[in-house]
C-alpha cells in the first residue's frame, strides 16, 4: 500500500477546507436567497429618516407624527417642519400633500391637507390615515418666494 | 473508511439543513417579532373602548338603545308590516341572513352585512355611502325593495306606539295630525308628491323625528360587538409565552394558515386589526353579478356620503365640523375608487357565507381560489396579485379562518327581540 506522502496530506485538508467552506456558502447562499424573497419587492436601499432634503435642494424638510408611532387605520396629524438648506424657517409656504404605496398601485384612503400655518416654519397636516403596514411614500411640494420643491418620506409601517 | 472531503461538505450542509428545517417544525409557534406584532394587531384584546360618536349624542344613552332595539325587531314600521331590521340582520343568525341578497319588501342588488363591531368603521354598507351607524339605519328605512315606508308614515307610528318612549328622550313630538298619512322623499311618487306640498318646517320637523329613530336604533347597535374567538385565546397564550396552552388551542393545521395569512398570503393587508378590517375600500376584481345593473362601488358611495343629508357635517349630526374628519379628508373621486368596496371583519367568517357584495361566491374555497388566482377586474383595476398559493395553503388558510369564530360580547337581552 502506498504511503501518504506530505505533499498529498496537505492536499487532503486542503480538500476537506474547501468542501466544509463549500458547504457553508452554499447554506448561506440559500439563507440570503430566502431571506430576499420574504422582503421580497421593498428597495433595500431606501432612506427611512424623518428629517430629509427636497429633490433640488430648496428645503430641509422634517415630520413629526402625533401619536409618536403612525397608527394603521387611524385618522392622525403631523407637524411639517420647513427650512431652507442653510436652517432658516420657510414661514410662508404652500404646500400639497399626496402619497402612495409604490408597489400597490392605490394611494392615500384620505386627501390629507396643510390646515394650518403653526409659525416658525411648522405646518400642520391633519387628516392622515394609513391602511396597511408595508412601504408608504408620503410626497409634499412646497412653494415659498416662487421656488416650488417636493420632498418624498419613505416609512416603513408595521 | 475514508471520507471523501466533498462530501464531508455535502454531509455538513445536509445537516444544517436538516437541523434548521427541524427547528421550524418544531418551533411552529415560535413567532418573529414582526409576526407577534401582526398576531397582537389582530387580538380581540386590541379593540380599543368603543369609540365615541359625536354625530350622535344619543349614542351612549342606555334609554336609547332599550327604545331602538324596539324599532330594530318592529316590523310594522315597513310598507306591507313584515320587514323591520331584524328581517335581514337575523339575530342568531350574526346579523346577517345567509342569502347573496336581501330581501325585504323587494330584494336589493346587494348581500346583508353583518352589524357586528360597526360601531369601530368610519363607513356603511359596501360603497361607504353612509358615515355613522344612525345615518345607516335610516337607508333602508325608505328604500322602496327594504322596508318601503316614508317619514311621516314612520312619525304617525312613533306618535300612535311609541309615544312616551320617544318623548322621554328627545323632547315633545309636534303635533302630526294634519300631515299625510304618506310623505317622504321616496321612490313612491305619491308619497314624494305629498312630501313637496309640506312646509319647509313640517318637512324638517318630521326629518327630526326620523333622525331621532335613526340615532336610538344607533344607540342600540353599538353595544354588539365581537367575542373572543379560540384564534383570540391562542394569540393571549403566544404573547405570555405559554406554547404548551397554544398548541392545544390550535390544530399545526391552523397555525400554518395564520402563518400564511398575516404572511405569504398578505390578507393583513386589508383584513388588519381586531376587526379583521381595515374599513377602507378595495378592488379585488371580484366578478360582477348576473342580472343586476352595474355596480361601481365606492365610486359612486364616496359622491353619495359628500352629498348625503344626514351626514355627519349636516345640520342632523350633533357633531362639530373638525370632529368630521373622515368627511373633511374624503377621497371623493378618482379612477381608483371604481368597484371599491369595504372588507367585510373576517370575525365569524365561516359560518356567515354566501361572500362578497352581492354573494358571489358560496364557500371560502371559492373566496380564496379567487385570490389565489386574482383575475382582472369587470371595471377599475383590481389591487390583487396572483397569490400562488398550493391546495395545501389553501386549506390551512381556511382552517385557520375557522378559528375566528366566536359569540357576539353583549348582554343576552340585546341578543334577541324585545320582551
Known amino acids: 500500500m502506498k504511503q501518504p506522502t506530505p505533499k498529498s496530506k496537505l492536499n487532503r485538508t486542503l480538500l476537506w477546507i474547501g468542501g466544509i467552506l463549500g458547504g457553508l456558502v452554499l447554506l448561506l447562499a440559500i439563507v440570503f436567497g430566502v431571506m430576499v424573497a420574504r422582503m421580497s419587492d421593498v428597495p433595500s436601499d431606501l432612506d427611512y429618516s424623518a428629517t430629509r432634503l427636497s429633490d433640488d435642494g430648496f428645503y430641509r424638510v422634517s415630520y413629526i407624527a402625533s401619536p409618536g408611532k403612525i397608527p394603521i387605520n387611524q385618522m392622525h396629524q403631523w407637524t411639517l417642519h420647513v427650512e431652507t438648506a442653510d436652517g432658516q424657517p420657510v414661514e410662508d409656504a404652500t404646500i400639497t400633500v399626496d402619497g402612495d404605496m409604490p408597489q400597490h398601485g392605490h394611494g392615500l384612503p384620505t386627501r390629507p391637507q396643510v390646515t394650518e ?25 412646497i412653494t415659498a418666494n416662487g421656488q416650488s420643491d417636493s420632498v418624498h418620506f419613505n416609512m416603513l409601517l408595521k | 473508511m475514508k471520507i471523501k472531503p466533498y462530501l464531508a461538505g455535502l454531509l455538513l450542509l445536509m445537516g444544517i439543513t436538516l437541523l434548521i428545517s427541524a427547528c421550524s417544525f418544531f418551533g411552529q409557534t415560535q413567532w418573529s417579532e414582526d409576526e407577534l406584532a401582526s398576531l397582537r ?144 322623499p321616496v321612490a313612491d311618487t305619491q308619497a314624494a308628491a305629498n312630501w313637496e306640498g309640506m312646509s319647509p318646517e313640517d318637512r324638517e320637523a318630521v326629518t327630526f323625528i326620523y333622525v331621532n329613530m335613526g340615532k336610538a336604533i344607533a344607540a342600540y347597535e353599538r353595544l354588539l360587538i365581537p367575542g373572543e374567538s379560540r384564534f383570540d385565546r391562542y394569540v393571549e397564550a403566544v404573547l405570555n409565552s405559554d406554547y404548551e396552552s397554544a398548541n392545544k388551542i390550535l390544530t399545526p393545521e391552523e397555525i400554518a394558515g395564520l402563518k400564511l395569512f398575516i404572511g405569504e398570503a398578505s390578507c393583513t393587508n386589508c383584513h388588519n386589526g381586531p376587526l379583521f378590517t381595515n374599513n377602507d375600500f378595495h378592488n379585488t376584481g371580484v366578478p360582477a353579478a348576473p342580472d343586476l345593473p352595474e355596480d361601481v362601488g365606492r365610486a359612486k358611495g364616496a359622491q353619495q356620503v359628500l352629498a348625503d343629508e344626514f351626514n355627519c357635517l349636516s345640520t ?50 371559492e373566496v380564496l381560489n379567487h385570490y389565489n388566482t386574482a383575475p382582472e377586474a369587470p371595471v377599475g383595476h383590481s389591487e390583487l396579485e396572483p397569490l400562488k398559493l398550493s391546495e395545501k395553503q389553501i386549506t390551512q388558510i381556511i382552517a385557520f379562518l375557522k378559528t375566528l369564530n366566536g359569540p357576539i360580547h353583549a348582554e343576552a337581552q340585546w341578543l334577541a327581540a324585545p320582551e
Not at chain 2, 169 to 176: E, M, R
Open chain 1, 117 to 141: 400655518n403653526l409659525g416658525n416654519g411648522d405646518y400642520l397636516v391633519e387628516g392622515l390615515k394609513f391602511q396597511m403596514g408595508g412601504w408608504w411614500v408620503m410626497d409634499f411640494v
Open chain 2, 41 to 184: 394587531n389582530l387580538w380581540i384584546d386590541s379593540l380599543p373602548p368603543l369609540p365615541v360618536d359625536p354625530s350622535n349624542q344619543y349614542a351612549d344613552d342606555p334609554r336609547a338603545a332599550t327604545f331602538g332595539q324596539k324599532l330594530f325587531f318592529d316590523t310594522r314600521f315597513s310598507s306591507n308590516g313584515r320587514v323591520a331590521c331584524a328581517t335581514c340582520h337575523l339575530p342568531g343568525q350574526l346579523f346577517q341572513d345567509g342569502t347573496p341578497l336581501a330581501h325585504g319588501v323587494g330584494t336589493t342588488s346587494r348581500r346583508t352585512m353583518t352589524i357586528i363591531g360597526t360601531a369601530y368603521s368610519p363607513w356603511f354598507f359596501w360603497d361607504g355611502r353612509k358615515d355613522s351607524q344612525w345615518a345607516q339605519a335610516l337607508g333602508p328605512m325608505e328604500n322602496p325593495v327594504e322596508h318601503g315606508g316614508n317619514r311621516t308614515m314612520y312619525a304617525h307610528l312613533i306618535s300612535k306606539y311609541y309615544l312616551e318612549d320617544y318623548e322621554s328622550l328627545f323632547g315633545p313630538l309636534p303635533d302630526l295630525s294634519r300631515l299625510p298619512p304618506d310623505a317622504g
Open chain 2, 316 to 365: 342632523y349630526s350633533d357633531a362639530q365640523p373638525q370632529q368630521c374628519g373622515e368627511l373633511r379628508f374624503l377621497v371623493a373621486d378618482g379612477h381608483e375608487l371604481e368597484r371599491q368596496f369595504k372588507p367585510p371583519s373576517l370575525r365569524n367568517v365561516a359560518t356567515r357565507g354566501p361572500y362578497m357584495h352581492a354573494g358571489q361566491f358560496a364557500t371560502l374555497e
